[in-house]
């Protein structure tokens, strides 16, 4: 079958297009004709193994697929861990999900990793109540075009969203977002504010890390949070407990897999997605199909934000 595989850590160029034997599924794991594979920014730091969960060579990367189970020929998402970009792979059978007719494979894809995210950052990490004010950095990516959408239906009030473009911007606002500003992070505390009609937020949704972190950190209210759920700038950040004390703040971690070990935080909450999605209350924003072949180019143009919302790959091309 063809495969995107690491023999080594590194830039774009690690990711070849070779040819590898068909994966055989072990005890309890399901096979799945691979139709697309799901790319998450998540993949590009697996790349240069320098994600939470570290990587081992040789590597398929990859860890979502929608495709044909090839026992039962029924459409399914699921998560494969790795091994996501290639024609073939194999996943544990209680991370394999059917498809709603409704839904194609691009949705079902932005559901199951950055659909379930959005959802969690609002009731598991953000605890966000009824009227709180909700910042969604990045919102015209996968997770954050999600995350503005479900805002108000989850019980948030104003929904400010920042993006880097007019153009990202201005989808932002057709998704639901109240206001859409610059993430610069020059003056950004200031923004964050005055977009709140002049009042500090309660909860930011913060993936970036760095000074924008620290910008979102500092426009907080009393008992406002945080969430950190990504690192893209690779920065880290320190806040000091004086802060925290003085402020009444929070700053959350949030990282999605955990709720694995928690089966109804998974399987419950992409239910609910599915079924939003499928009766048109939830958008998914599908952005390009790339060839297997081009994964590195997918890659480059993830980080670089060249792109918006969910990118996927075609094993077939």
């Known amino acids: 079958m063809r495969a995107i595989q690491m023999t080594e850590f590194g830039g774009p160029e690690v990711l070849k297009l070779v040819d590898l034997a068909k994966p055989r599924p072990g005890p309890d794991e399901v096979l799945i004709r691979?139709?697309?594979?799901?790319?998450?920014?998540?993949?590009?730091?697996?790349?240069?193994?320098?994600y939470v969960q570290k990587a081992t060579l040789p590597l398929v990367p990859g860890g979502e697929v929608a495709g044909v189970r090839e026992d039962t020929g029924q459409r399914v998402v699921a998560l494969v861990g790795s091994g996501g970009y290639a024609e073939y792979a194999?996943?544990?059978?209680?991370?394999?999900?059917?498809?709603?007719?409704?839904?194609?494979?691009?949705?079902?894809?932005a559901m199951i990793v950055q659909g379930l995210t959005a959802w969690h950052l609002y009731r598991t990490a953000g605890k966000v109540a009824s009227g709180e004010s909700v910042v969604v950095h990045g919102a015209a990516g996968g997770v954050g075009s999600l995350a503005v959408q479900l805002g108000h239906s989850l019980g948030a009030g104003p929904v400010i969203a920042t993006a880097s473009s007019e153009e990202k911007r201005a989808l932002t606002l057709e998704l639901g977002a109240d206001v859409a500003?610059?993430?610069?992070?020059?003056?950004?505390?200031?923004?964050?504010?005055e977009a709140n009609a002049g009042r500090p937020v309660d909860v930011v949704f913060e993936m970036s890390g760095g000074e924008v972190f620290d910008a979102s950190y500092r426009a907080?209210?009393?008992?406002?949070r945080i969430v950190a759920y990504g690192i893209a700038t690779g920065q880290p950040n320190k806040v000091s407990t004086g802060s925290l004390l003085r402020n009444s703040r929070s700053v959350v971690g949030f990282y999605l897999f955990h709720c694995l070990e928690r089966p109804g935080m998974f399987a419950e909450a992409l239910s609910e997605l599915f079924a939003r999605a499928a009766r048109g209350?939830?958008?998914?924003?599908?952005?390009?199909?790339?060839?297997?072949?081009?994964?590195?180019?997918?890659?480059?143009?993830?980080?670089?934000?060249?792109?918006?919302?969910?990118?996927?790959?075609?094993?077939?091309?």
């Open 181 to 193: 500003i610059d993430p610069d992070p020059d003056g950004l505390t200031e923004r964050l504010i």
């Open 220 to 224: 907080l209210a009393p008992f406002g």
């Open 281 to 317: 209350e939830l958008k998914a924003i599908v952005g390009h199909t790339y060839p297997l072949g081009q994964a590195a180019q997918a890659q480059i143009d993830l980080r670089e934000r060249r792109t918006t919302g969910k990118l996927l790959l075609d094993p077939s091309e």
């Open 90 to 109: 194999t996943a544990p059978s209680s991370l394999v999900f059917p498809i709603p007719d409704e839904l194609d494979d691009g949705t079902a894809l």
């Open 34 to 50: 691979v139709t697309r594979a799901g790319m998450n920014f998540a993949d590009t730091h697996t790349r240069t193994n320098s």
